[in-house]
């Protein structure tokens, strides 16, 4: 057996053996108070650089924090910022999916792409699909490997190309979405340890997610045309391998063309009524007060709202063109059925979200921020190298641990801080983890959807095992890896901004503004108020 064969199989076994994230994060809470009762024990504490505050310590079981935990625990819940942000878009998003928008619009798409370029047009469409959420899976992959049989391509290169950019794309998109409001709602509390000031909002990542999709579609049509496709061959179907289905190939209907056109009046209708909000006078979206680059803060914050309501809105105009919708209830059946899909979702959050706030009451995650940043500097590593490593660590957590969310959840409240106080803004180390955490989603047989895609791929070629989708996806993985190392050591080091307002390095504001919480609100989540500052030496943690 290869070496690399006996490495997947380490990694199958050892993943295999790791709880279910929600029992994970209890062994996460489990950990942190024993390591509470010894911090405080022995004295840590550091002083925050930005506040002046010293950071001491705190027991997790002392009776102040016994009483935030099992009294305040509702709160701690409701104050998770993820949770709101994503139910928010996903009233809207749960009409637009299951009145058939999403899967009609890929459809579309992809049947109309002419052959010449067909597979960057299944990539950018997979990229793009990520607002479906789930949807992408199931429509986005299969979809594309009848697609290249119909154009009289092999099927499995299809499937492979839908694969790379639903799932290895995914930290690639054209607009913000659901996951940006999932995974920087994650940071803000983070962010807070450090600065209580610090506002983030859903298009903090915009322009590095556009540059995601500029650089991986080309390496994916490469690959897709001159590695994959030639390497499987000539496809011919083995026997007992039915053709693709007529339903799947037939161009879109007259009521699903109707729906389409609703959808698209109805998307232009938003974004103009978005836009006359703004250029009002006394918009509540522009802070005449704030300065040049802040002033469309709360426009950006109305993203969530904005897609929320143009996910709902599209999506009943298509349901009124199609047919789909036949009344006013089943858009609330809609939103109900989409709002039941996130139980798994809302059963991890619970955990998460306790998590999360006991790290920030224990004080350990902006003292070991304190003294790792005063380590890294003494090591005097340039930031393109430190992101380097953010993006490894990702990548090496997502071969075992699946949700995204999850893992961000735990590494956030650490490395978010210690990058701060590093001059690295917390939205570039949300951009590297997210880079991290999308390239190793195609090669690890771990992955929730591997076994649905591998189900998708032996409808093509009954003979088609794991091994074989892992060695056609393990070029993509590659590529992508260095691609990725590569465009956020750039990003870095030209300093390009990563969304409207947002750049690559941080500059704390004066210890009197820091002390303060933000006056515009932001993403609200559980943090610890700051304490007053006093003269203290700072005491490292023991080893």
């Not at 310590?57 to 002392?62: C, D, H, N, P, R």
């Not at 940043?373 to 090591?379: E, F, N, R, V």
Request: glycine letters at 10%; proline letters at 8%; hydrophobic letters at 55%.
């Amino acid at each position: 057996m290869s070496v690399a064969s006996r490495a997947l199989n380490a990694v199958e076994r050892i993943g295999n053996r790791l709880p279910d994230p929600v029992f994970l994060f209890l062994w996460l809470i489990g950990g942190l108070i024993v390591l509470s009762l010894v911090g405080a024990g022995l004295g840590w504490s550091a002083v925050n650089p930005v506040t002046g505050d010293r950071l001491a310590a705190q027991s997790l079981l002392s009776g102040e924090n016994l009483e935030r935990l099992i009294i305040g625990m509702p709160r701690t819940l409701a104050d998770f910022p993820p949770l709101g942000i994503v139910i928010t878009i996903i009233y809207g998003a749960s009409v637009a999916e299951r009145t058939g928008l999403f899967a009609t619009a890929i459809r579309g798409a992809l049947l109309n792409a002419p052959r010449a370029i067909l597979t960057p047009v299944v990539v950018i469409t997979g990229m793009v699909s990520h607002h479906a959420s789930d949807a992408s899976y199931v429509v986005v992959i299969p979809l594309a490997a009848v697609i290249f049989a119909a154009a009289g391509r092999h099927p499995l290169a299809g499937l492979a190309a839908g694969f790379a950019a639903v799932s290895g794309g995914y930290a690639g998109n054209l607009f913000p979405g659901a996951s940006d409001a999932l995974i920087l709602g994650i940071t803000e509390p983070a962010a807070r340890l450090i600065d209580p000031s610090y506002s983030v909002n859903i298009a903090g990542n915009w322009f590095f997610i556009v540059g995601v999709v500029f650089v991986f579609t080309p390496i994916v049509w490469f690959l897709t045309d001159r590695v994959i496709e030639p390497r499987l061959g000539v496809w011919m179907p083995a026997e007992g391998v039915a053709a693709p289905k007529a339903s799947e190939k037939e161009p879109l209907t007259a009521a699903e063309k109707r729906g389409l056109k609703f959808a698209g009046l109805a998307l232009i209708g938003m974004i103009a009524l978005w836009a006359l909000i703004t250029v009002l006078p006394g918009s509540p979206f522009v802070d005449p007060d704030a300065d040049p680059e802040q002033r469309f803060n709360p426009l950006y914050k109305s993203l969530v709202a904005f897609f929320a309501v143009t996910f709902f809105v599209t999506g009943g105009a298509y349901g009124a063109g199609s047919g789909a919708i036949q009344s006013h209830r089943d858009l609330v059946t809609m939103m109900r059925d989409g709002i039941a899909q996130l139980a798994p979702y809302i059963v991890l959050a619970f955990f998460a979200a306790h998590f999360v706030a006991m790290f920030n009451w224990s004080g350990l995650g902006p003292i070991l921020a304190v003294h790792a940043a005063a380590g890294l500097k003494s090591i005097a590593l340039p930031a393109p190298l430190l992101l380097i490593c953010v993006v490894f660590v990702s990548c090496f957590f997502d071969l075992f641990i699946g949700s995204a969310s999850a893992k961000w959840s735990a590494l956030a409240p650490i490395v978010v801080p210690m990058f701060m106080l590093l001059g690295i803004s917390p939205e570039m180390t949300t951009a590297a983890y997210r880079m991290g955490d999308s390239v190793t989603n195609i090669a690890t047989p771990l992955m929730s959807y591997f076994p649905l895609i591998l189900t998708f791929a032996q409808r093509w070629d009954p003979r088609f095992g794991l091994g074989s989708l892992m060695a056609t996806m393990l070029p993509y993985a590659g590529a992508f890896l260095i691609a990725g190392l590569c465009m956020v050591a750039a990003w870095v080091a030209f300093d390009l901004p990563l969304g409207p307002g947002v750049g690559v390095h941080y500059e704390p504001p004066p210890p009197a503004v820091a002390a303060h919480e933000p006056a515009g609100g932001g993403l609200a989540g559980p943090h610890s108020p700051p304490q007053a500052a006093v003269v203290a030496p700072s005491t490292a943690p023991s080893r």
